[in-house]
């Protein structure tokens, strides 16, 4: 059902904080929203915007949206340590930062995810995940499910369908979870597995958990019937009606300012560049002629940037100068393999023009270029 | 009684001398909100130590995962001031005061405790001012006006001290425009508007006012007493225009593009340009574009661009040499790698075409779309982006006709390609007719390539893009 009466409201977007415009619900204790795009970047911002735009006090909202395929990283967490990056890029998976805490999970349309809203002194995890958990019995009474006190959902106690996460403002909260209907298992364990070795960091780690779809269990279960069951327990609890309200991510005039939120999400600082201060320590084992070289890399990456690069390198394998200039057009450029590839190759336009050169530099280069 | 005190705003960096000496030292003692001049804020005020809420659900403790503060930064209440983290929870802390900050208790990755000093701020002691010393000379005027402040419409943004500043100057709020986040009104606004209306007080700045185009208030023209001078002195400041420098440190692509250029500056420049009818090959295009489509393929011009070039190359490969650091050797290049000039979010990037002497244009317009595909989603590999000899750069797709394109080293020729026009020519029988003209802009290294060099393979890749049938002649 598509809202029909904003278009004849006014809306004030420089007032924060407005008492409600009219056309959320006003006479009602909550509202259930849905989403009805599937990018991921669209609807973590709308997250963002109700958390920033919207006064909880009387209402609390419950918005319901499934992304296309994602990795989504918590607020300070890496992705180097938490993913398989190059697989991200092969597959076209997209990677996001959200702004709650927590760790890394997959999405794709298998996947629901499930935002609570409420004000800051109402913040209740385990109520909400109680509500889940009442609703799937009422779909389906001989579900093993329940909540443990990590906040997660198990099925048959010991397989997870749902992770949570929470985001705490001055005057407003969140805490949203996921729900596993019938996602891609396979894609999910390759993509959460980072080949990483030798990363140092104080990032969050995520706790791997096996999983299991509901799907599995039931096969008759959608995520149509998942999300209708639960928008229906909310809409009991709450003493609404059963009425999910579908908005549209990309309506700047519903939710103005909701492209610079978006913008924001897919850009290299936010998505990257919060990663907390780590370290690379590994050894580079590239095969030179008829031997392989060791070679070692100590590398300092602060807002995802290289800080500090070392590389330790058989002496005169490279011209002195050439190494300096590698060491220095790394240093204060970001730990990425585009920007990366983009300065080796430029150095290469700028020295000798010796083809035994040019093949070592292209091996230390692809090497360098893989850790990224 | 009228009370003088010494204005100083963020936004003046000196006070004449004589300004100052009016400020009488005896006043000193009137109004404690009296400040010596000074560059920095004066540490008078009280320092609050900032705990750390409750955060809810029985925590008492949490990690400290960001500071968006520093010591001597300034706040405004409602700031945020640090990311925390607690069991999946990720909570930001705001001030409650406005002050500057003075210490920060903990650093990354430290434990905090609920209910334990968080920050130091330093707020002022007549709460609700700001800290800094921004206080206001009023022309002697008595003031009938309440100093109530009336909000009109809906609520205006303003912190406390911001509030308490306009009521003390007899402002209305919502006379004010403000422009800080959410329409905020700022400190700066109120002073901005006091100026306005005081006219000549403010001395005039060195620096000439930037107008700002977005935010429009009312022209306010010079204050009335302006008008007893003869020579009429721009004074007043209409628009306010808080916009600063910035300053970026130069990385990246960025940084790739200044090395390149600075070694082509090495390289003695000419410049050769000529126009292309392309009439018939748009023609051909048109006809082959379908074809290339059922093969899954996007047909642009370049491939054709790309495959006269290495024809007019094969004559003259010269073009595709390299001269040596020292200038003591040229080497003739066997490959013709052909660049092509990419603009990509993060810059200019320049992948190339490896060995279109052995391509048709039909396996070029593969790579092309390869190329195109990976360049937009930033995953060009080092091998793409190197070993290439001449360079195309297709400027016309956005714009443009003449250029003066810069050679990449270790190459010494590139080519810029203007957009077609449809433009009145004659033909042989001496008729007008609509032809489809494209400039190009050919630079070459002086030091090995002369201008009749650069000249024949211009008129050569020309002919064959005039008349494509005679490509066809020549193709191998």
């Known amino acids: ?372 | 009684v009228c009370i003088h005190r010494v204005r100083s705003c963020s936004s003046i960096r000196f006070i004449k001398s004589k300004y100052v000496c009016v400020f009488d030292k005896s006043a000193l003692k009137f109004s404690h909100q009296q400040r010596l001049f000074r560059t920095s804020p004066v540490s008078c005020g009280q320092i609050v130590q900032f705990k750390l809420s409750d955060i809810g659900e029985g925590i008492t403790e949490v990690t400290v995962k960001e500071w968006y503060v520093k010591e001597g930064d300034s706040v405004s209440q409602f700031d945020s001031i640090c990311e925390v983290q607690s069991d999946k929870a990720s909570v930001t802390i705001t001030s409650r005061y406005d002050g500057i900050i003075r210490k920060l208790h903990y650093s990354i990755d430290d434990i905090a405790f609920v209910g334990k000093p968080l920050v130091d701020i330093e707020i002022d002691a007549s709460k609700g001012v700001a800290p800094e010393e921004d206080v206001v000379e009023t022309p002697p005027m008595s003031h009938e006006e309440h100093t109530h402040q009336e909000i009109k419409g809906h609520k205006t943004l303003a912190t406390p001290a911001v509030r308490r500043l306009a009521m003390e100057n007899n402002i209305k709020l919502s006379e004010v425009v403000g422009t800080g986040k959410d329409n905020r009104i700022l400190k700066e606004d109120i002073l901005n508007y006091l100026a306005k209306q005081t006219g000549a007080i403010l001395p005039p700045s060195p620096k000439a006012e930037m107008v700002s185009p977005v935010r429009r208030t009312e022209a306010v023209p010079a204050a009335p007493k302006d008008k007893a001078h003869k020579i009429p002195v721009p004074v007043s400041r209409p628009i306010a225009f808080s916009g600063k420098d910035k300053t970026e440190p130069v990385t990246g692509f960025q940084k790739a593009m200044v090395k390149t250029m600075s070694a082509a500056l090495k390289i003695p420049h000419f410049g050769y340009s000529d126009e292309v009818d392309l009439t018939q090959l748009v023609q051909l295009r048109e006809e082959l574009k379908p074809l290339a489509e059922i093969r899954g393929v996007k047909l642009s011009f370049m491939p054709f661009f790309i495959k006269a070039a290495s024809l007019g190359l094969l004559q003259y490969p010269i073009l595709n040499a390299s001269l040596d650091e020292n200038c003591q050797n040229v080497t003739y290049k066997a490959s013709h790698n052909i660049g092509v000039a990419m603009d990509t979010e993060q810059g200019l990037i320049v992948p190339n075409v490896k060995n279109v002497q052995v391509c048709s244009v039909f396996d070029i317009a593969v790579e092309l779309n390869r190329l195109q595909s990976l360049g937009s989603a930033g995953q060009l590999g080092t091998s793409d982006l190197t070993g290439g000899t001449f360079t195309l750069s297709n400027i016309g797709t956005i714009g443009g006709t003449y250029a003066k394109p810069v050679i990449l080293p270790p190459e010494v020729a590139i080519g810029a390609l203007g957009k077609i026009q449809v433009l009145p020519r004659f033909n042989g029988k001496g008729e007008v007719f609509k032809a489809k003209i494209m400039n190009v802009s050919w630079s070459a290294d002086h030091r090995i390539i002369d201008g009749a060099t650069m000249a024949r393979f211009s008129n050569l890749w020309k002919s064959y893009l005039e008349s494509p049938a005679s490509m066809l002649l020549d193709l191998k």
């Open chain 1, 1 to 372: 059902m598509v809202l029909q009466s904003f278009k004849n409201c006014l809306w004030l977007p420089c007032v924060l904080r407005t008492p409600k415009a009219c056309f959320w619900s006003t006479a009602s204790g909550g509202l259930i929203i849905q989403s009805v795009s599937n990018d991921v970047y669209q609807n973590l911002a709308v997250e963002d915007w109700i958390h920033d735009h919207m006064d909880l006090e009387k209402q609390q909202i419950l918005f319901l949206w499934r992304n296309s395929p994602a990795v989504v990283i918590g607020r300070h967490q890496n992705p180097w340590q938490e993913c398989n990056l190059r697989l991200l890029r092969q597959r076209n998976i997209k990677l996001a930062r959200r702004k709650s805490g927590g760790g890394t999970v997959y999405h794709d349309l298998g996947n629901i995810n499930l935002t609570f809203f409420t004000t800051r002194k109402k913040y209740e995890r385990m109520g909400n995940l109680k509500l889940i958990v009442k609703a799937l019995k009422a779909l389906r009474p001989q579900l093993d499910v329940h909540v443990t006190d990590r906040f997660d959902i198990l099925l048959d106690k010991q397989y997870k369908i749902s992770g949570t996460a929470a985001k705490l403002g001055r005057t407003s909260a969140y805490h949203h979870c996921t729900l596993l209907c019938n996602a891609d298992k396979f894609v999910l364990s390759s993509v959460l597995k980072s080949p990483y070795k030798g990363l140092k960091s104080n990032a969050t780690p995520s706790v791997p958990a096996s999983v299991k779809n509901l799907f599995e269990e039931d096969a008759s279960l959608t995520t149509e019937m998942l999300l209708d069951a639960i928008a229906k327990e909310y809409a009991v609890q709450h003493q609404i009606d059963h009425h999910i309200t579908l908005i549209n991510p990309a309506d700047e005039t519903l939710l103005p300012g909701i492209s610079s939120k978006t913008k924001e999400l897919q850009t290299w600082e936010w998505v990257y560049g919060k990663t907390p201060k780590f370290s690379v320590s590994t050894c580079l084992n590239m095969p030179y002629k008829d031997s392989v070289l060791d070679v070692k890399v100590n590398m300092d990456v602060k807002h995802g940037r290289i800080e500090v690069c070392n590389i330790d390198l058989p002496e005169q394998w490279l011209p002195p100068g050439l190494y300096s200039e590698l060491v220095k057009s790394l240093t204060g450029s970001k730990f990425c393999p585009n920007e990366t590839t983009a300065l080796v190759a430029t150095l290469l336009r700028v020295c000798p023009q010796d083809n035994e050169l040019h093949s070592r530099w292209s091996l230390l280069c692809e090497n360098m270029i893989r850790l990224m």
